[in-house]
């Protein structure tokens, strides 16, 4: 059975550096049997209702400003039709109304981590849009529609935040030590996740400390762990990386096993 996985991708310009999120993200691969294909829901697509790339060949998007050396990579992973169709019918059984979009490509929320952890480009990678207007128990749901992809090899991942205030951060340098609330939060969601905690987890604005400061409206960058924890049905997970950019950036990453 293939885990399922959220991470937290940073910065474009993560792709290079050299610190220790870097070097976790190279090592991805050592955590995880070998995926026959991906399916990566990441936090900077977004759309009312579930969309799938299903071009053969999806482009890299640039979707990001920054220095110039990242616009001169490219990831040239396929994509996969066939897998499309495979979770639009799961949604549709789970009722979940999905659609395919042909003409999408990977934003940087899935081939920058992507890249470094495959840098071959030679596995099969579809991307699911978020729903920033629905909550974390719909994006739970529409994680565990996916649930049954793990059996055939196909890695599910949510790519976004653990913590994620792009308010704030331009007051802290990359290597700055994190706050106190950031901390707490990072601490609160470690012990929620290897707990096995779903109802706590899914109701985490009531139960996680200042969760509107770590993750301001719509929340973007935390829904995809919800798509992770749902097709990981819940289990409890294993914190794998724990690091901070910029003081507000948790850049933690957990395993469902």
Known sequence: MMPTLFISHGPPAVALMENSTAAFLRSLSEHLP?????????????????????????????????????FQLRYPAPGSPDLAGEILALLAKNGI???????????????????????????????????????????CRF?????????????????????????????????????DYVLRFDEWLAGAAAGGEVDVLLDYRNHAPEPDRCHPWPAEHFLPFFVAMGAGRGVRARCIHQGFMYGTLSMAAYIWE
Not at 147 to 167: D, I, Q, T, Y
């Open 34 to 70: 070998w995926p026959e294909a991906i399916v990566c829901a990441s936090a900077h697509w977004e759309a009312w209702r579930p969309m799938v790339t299903s071009a053969a060949a999806p482009a890299t998007i640039y979707d990001f400003g920054g220095p110039s050396q990242l």
């Open 143 to 179: 994680g565990e529609a996916m649930a049954p992809l793990r059996e055939k090899g196909v890695l599910v991942m949510g790519s976004g935040g653990a913590v994620h205030n792009l308010e704030e951060i331009g007051g802290y340098a990359l290597d700055a030590p994190p706050p």
């Open 97 to 139: 109304e999905g659609a395919a979009d042909p003409d999408r490509g990977l934003d940087h929320g899935a081939w920058i981590p992507l890249m470094m952890a495959f840098p071959e480009a030679d596995i099969p990678v579809i991307q699911v849009s978020i729903q920033t207007e629905r909550d974390a128990a719909w994006h």
